[in-house]
């Protein structure tokens, strides 16, 4: 049976517990930077970074339940989802996917479970697709969980092109089937790439284009390289085409978006994309500040603070932007959710689900 739209029902985030200012980040990684052009050049504060014994699918699993217990807080009773989604570049492991584990951990044996990559576009990409299961009603429940461990994992910690960037850390929604004018309804969506430019952001190494060991490889092949200038003026350009595409197959002019939530990457940016759109800077919401870009889960992860902070009323015009590797890039409309967040800090596990904390 086809459903006239899918609703956001439920929204959850895990961040890892420390929290590093510049000032320390410099000092600890002895970075040739400065904490002032850190927050002139880029909105960034202070990031949450994991400890070497958290990883992606810890964060995914302790946000994907605090998202069904908020789903569940609305609804007045539990909820199953029949579908987890984890859009990530860090998993926890090359082999297998990381959704299936998180879906163990959730207690979801049994229900379809993939990682879907596409690096900071990965939660647009991930709840556009959702949105097309349940319009489908193929699914009618998938949960969407956007998770990442940069600083762990891909960061070249003495890099100071990233390493000031990123942050870790996981944001979920819990998508139902539902009616086009309900608070939490995604209305139109518009994905694209551009593979002619994946140079731009890249782990150059490990991966079967240069498999581990290739002669001639370094070691800081396998780290996360980006050319912030031109991912820069491809990501103002990008996020804002998408958004006028997915405005106008919504029928609305940008002085209709009461609450605009772009991909976190760097406030310029931001203001930038919300600028040429005209979108009043009283519109745009995020917490860049204090969690840095988080590629994947920053969206999810503005979403629930705006949301927390009773910033933008349940039902209001919204307008989301994602942008990164690949390239890849999207944006959303929807009527902002009514689900009080809910958030958890991780649990670590080990492989064998022992838990250590
Ligand atoms: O999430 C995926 C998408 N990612 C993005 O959207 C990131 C996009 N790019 C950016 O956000 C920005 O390009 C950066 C924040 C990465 C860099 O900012 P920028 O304004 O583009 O800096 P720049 O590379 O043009 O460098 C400007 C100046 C240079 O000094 P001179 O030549 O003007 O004297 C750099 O050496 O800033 C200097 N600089 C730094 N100084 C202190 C560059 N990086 C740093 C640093 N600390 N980390």
Not at 269 to 284: E, N
Request: glycine letters at 10%.
């Amino acid at each position: 049976m086809r459903t006239p739209a899918a609703v956001l029902c439920g929204l959850g985030t895990s961040l890892p517990e420390r929290s590093v200012s510049n000032a320390r980040l410099i000092e600890e990684r002895d970075l040739d930077s400065d904490e002032r052009w850190i927050l002139e050049r880029t909105g960034i504060a202070a990031r949450r970074l994991a400890d070497s014994r958290t990883s992606t699918g810890d964060l995914a699993r302790a946000a994907g339940q605090a998202a069904l217990d908020s789903a569940a807080e609305l609804a007045g009773a539990p909820v199953r989802p029949d579908l987890v989604l984890l859009a990530t570049t860090t998993p926890d492991h090359h082999c297998p996917a990381t959704a299936p584990q998180v879906a163990h951990r959730l207690g979801l044996d049994g229900v379809p479970a993939l990682d879907l990559s596409a690096a900071c576009a990965g939660f647009v990409y991930a709840t556009a697709f959702a949105q097309g299961l349940v319009t489908s009603g193929l699914y009618e429940r998938p949960l969407v969980v956007g998770a990442e461990t940069y600083s762990t994992t891909l960061i070249d910690p003495r890099d100071r092109d990233t390493a000031i960037l990123f942050g870790d850390g996981a944001g979920a929604v819990l998508v139902r089937a539902g009616t086009p004018d309900e608070p939490g309804a995604l209305i139109a969506q518009h994905l694209g790439s551009d593979g002619s430019r994946a140079g731009l952001i890249q782990v150059p190494a490990g991966g079967s284009r240069l498999p581990r060991g290739t002669p001639g490889t370094e070691p800081r092949d396998h780290y996360f390289r980006m050319n912030g200038r031109a991912v820069y003026a491809h990501a103002v350009r990008r996020m804002t085409d998408s958004a006028r595409h997915a405005l106008k197959n919504t029928g609305w002019s940008p002085d209709d978006v009461d609450a605009f939530i772009s991909h976190q990457a760097n406030q310029r940016i931001i203001d930038a994309v919300g600028d040429r759109l005209g979108i009043a800077p009283s519109c745009r919401h995020g917490n860049l500040r204090q969690l840095g870009n988080t590629a994947a889960a920053s969206i999810p992860l503005a979403l629930a603070d705006t949301a927390l902070r009773r910033r933008v009323d349940p039902g209001a015009r919204t307008l989301i932007t994602g942008f990164g590797g690949g390239l890849a890039w999207g944006a959303q409309t929807l009527r902002f959710p009514e689900a009080r967040p809910h958030s958890y800090p991780p649990h670590t596990h080990h492989d064998n689900g022992e838990a250590l904390r």
